[in-house]
């Protein structure tokens, strides 16, 4: 008599995540997602892998390198090597990153953690600002990322602007010749537009948040490259819609604030082409990304939406000690594409 295969465990979903009733408010979810306890989380669990971890300097095209920081376990053969992309003014050492990267090195793969340009401490290595519609140097990376590792199956993901990015990078992908075999992305930012407004009405700590990381790495980029003199400590006083329009009319191609924000939208149907399979997570509280924007969003069948209660801009934090479900989630749904 034929024996019937073994069922493998439901993945993990949205469902699944029940934090404590005390950290089910989005803003502590969001502050404390950046916070000192998940950033000295994330820097145990990845040192906890036993993983080696070295530099790597992508080449973005055109002259343009991105630094990454490849992480590996000696002695083993990886089952795929995964891309992992942080969000707005966050780095490679975010906690999100390391937490996210210690789960898929426990899962038998190679984590490559980039840092934007201009993000993490890499001022220094392009001469042009940073700004959302640069997606044709991490495309590249990402090739680059693959030609080192021929023999090893490509998975991506990405948090916030990150989780923006990688969706980007999956649609470009079969074009750009890159074997990308899954991506996941959390808290993914679609329409730019109203998440400024959103940020502008919103609690004020999101806004001086954000604008103060903005103004700190601006600063450091103008002690860099004496051409942008003209980003003075006025400009830099800026509130943050404004200090946008100074960036796009200054530092892009783009004729307005509009169109700048509609180059990296991915709402409506603009993701209606994807072919790589991709895996969403979203929080239905999350007090930076309107979960109204979801709701004329057109999919293809290769997508899935998974939507959490709770979980705030990126945090979905489990207990006191900074464990996160995202991280988790992200993990288990990139790993299980590998066994069809």
């Given at each position: 008599m034929d024996q019937e295969p073994a069922l493998r465990p439901a993945l993990l979903s949205a469902a699944d995540y029940q934090p404590p009733r005390w950290l089910r408010n989005p803003h502590l979810q969001s502050m404390l997602?950046?916070?000192?306890?998940?950033?000295?989380?994330?820097?145990?669990?990845?040192?906890?892998?036993?993983?080696?971890?070295?530099?790597?300097?992508?080449?973005?095209?055109?002259?343009?390198?991105?630094?990454?920081?490849?992480?590996?376990?000696?002695?083993?053969?990886?089952?795929?090597?995964?891309?992992?992309?942080?969000g707005w003014e966050g780095s490679a050492e975010s906690s999100y990153m390391r937490m996210t990267a210690a789960h898929l090195l426990a899962r038998g793969f190679d984590v490559v953690r980039l840092n934007f340009r201009d993000h993490g401490n890499t001022h220094h290595l392009n001469p042009g600002i940073f700004h959302s519609n640069r997606i044709g140097e991490v495309v590249q990376a990402t090739a680059d990322v693959a030609r080192r590792f021929p023999q090893l199956p490509l998975l991506a993901a990405g948090y916030s602007l990150g989780g923006?990015?990688?969706?980007?990078?999956?649609?470009?992908?079969?074009?750009?010749?890159?074997?990308?075999?899954?991506?996941?992305?959390?808290?993914?930012?679609?329409?730019?537009?109203?998440?400024?407004?959103?940020?502008?009405?919103?609690?004020?700590?999101?806004?001086?948040?954000?604008?103060?990381?903005?103004?700190?790495s601006l600063r450091r980029k103008r002690a860099l490259f004496p051409e942008l003199a003209a980003?003075?400590?006025?400009?830099?006083?800026?509130?943050?819609?404004?200090?946008?329009?100074?960036?796009?009319?200054?530092?892009?191609?783009?004729?307005?604030?509009?169109?700048y924000f509609d180059g990296y939208s991915i709402a409506g149907a603009r993701l209606a082409g994807l072919q790589v399979p991709a895996d969403i997570l979203m929080a239905q509280d999350d007090p930076v990304i309107p979960f109204s924007t979801f709701s004329d969003w057109q999919l293809p069948p290769s997508v899935q939406l998974d939507i959490a209660p709770w979980g705030g801009h990126c945090g979905f934090l489990e207990n006191m000690r900074g464990d996160g479900f995202a991280e988790r989630w992200v993990a288990e749904r990139l790993v299980a594409v590998l066994h069809g």
């Open positions: 997602a950046s916070s000192m306890m998940r950033r000295l989380r994330g820097q145990r669990l990845l040192q906890r892998s036993g993983a080696d971890t070295v530099e790597l300097l992508l080449d973005g095209g055109d002259g343009v390198r991105l630094q990454a920081w490849h992480s590996s376990v000696a002695g083993r053969d990886p089952r795929g090597v995964a891309l992992l992309l942080h923006n990015f990688v969706l980007r990078l999956a649609l470009r992908a079969p074009a750009a010749g890159i074997a990308l075999h899954k991506v996941a992305s959390v808290c993914p930012l679609l329409d730019p537009a109203l998440t400024m407004d959103s940020i502008e009405r919103g609690p004020a700590m999101y806004d001086w948040y954000f604008r103060r990381k903005w103004a700190e980003c003075d400590d006025d400009v830099l006083r800026l509130d943050i819609r404004s200090l946008t329009g100074w960036l796009v009319e200054r530092h892009t191609e783009f004729g307005s604030l509009q169109a």
